[in-house]
């Protein structure tokens, strides 16, 4: 569906085809509703999921621009947004049997992000849609000015995304089965959801007693400094 959109951006064939991306989206919103909340509240707190998400959607604005704000563009740029952020920056939080049961490598999934990513900028920086263009806008600053061209900025930013991509395909092909972007060791244990909620308080209860014994190791330590 996206390769097919992108052939309708270029007008190779007929351009209302570029619409077929909204094909993709109810897939894209069953694998975001199914994510683990906890663990998308992990990744929330990493500057990795960060810094590649702001400046993806920095650069899609600016090809946006570029396109004049086209309908069937915007659709086709916010849906790449979408799966670009569900499939990729939040693969940690799919905590599903079938992926935690999984032993193949994630980076066929990221390599795939990272071509169609490319394959998008590479046409789009090189003037291959017929209906965008690099448009000029000129600033003042201060007393300054200056002038931004939107398919420069795009590119500037996509090019950050796409260095994470790159980031993570390589982490995934030298440690399989880790996660991408959170910085701790995740580890997934199938249950029943009718065990959920009694593991998870005791996991607070044991949570409770070790910050019990830490200040009381630290009021014995302290007594005896004094």
Not at 114 to 133: G, K, N, Q
Not at 166 to 180: A, E, N
Request: glycine share 6%; hydrophobic share 50%; proline share 3%.
């Amino acid at each position: 569906g996206a390769f097919l959109s992108i052939l309708g951006m270029m007008e190779v064939v007929p351009y209302e085809l570029t619409w077929l991306i909204i094909l993709a989206l109810p897939d894209a919103l069953r694998k975001l509703f199914k994510l683990n909340t906890e663990a998308v509240g992990l990744v929330l707190r990493e500057l990795d999921f960060w810094v590649p998400f702001v400046t993806m959607c920095l650069g899609l604005l600016f090809a946006s621009v570029s396109f004049g704000h086209d309908g069937a563009a915007v659709l086709f740029l916010a849906l790449l947004a979408l799966q670009y952020t569900v499939n990729i920056l939040l693969a940690d939080a799919d905590l599903a049997t079938r992926v935690i049961n999984s032993t193949s490598a994630s980076a066929p999934k990221y390599i795939n992000g990272l071509l169609l990513m490319s394959l998008f900028v590479i046409l789009l920086t090189f003037d291959r849609f017929p209906r965008a263009e690099n448009r000029l806008y000129h600033f003042h600053l201060m007393y300054n000015e200056g002038a931004l061209e939107s398919v420069s900025m795009f590119t500037r930013f996509m090019s950050t995304s796409m260095l994470f991509l790159c980031k993570f395909i390589v982490k995934s092909l030298l440690y399989k089965g880790r996660t991408m972007i959170i910085k701790m060791p995740l580890i997934r244990h199938v249950m029943p959801k009718r065990k959920l909620r009694g593991f998870l308080r005791r996991r607070a209860q044991g949570r409770a007693k070790n910050m019990i014994r830490l200040a009381s190791s630290l009021s014995e330590s302290t007594l005896l400094g004094d």
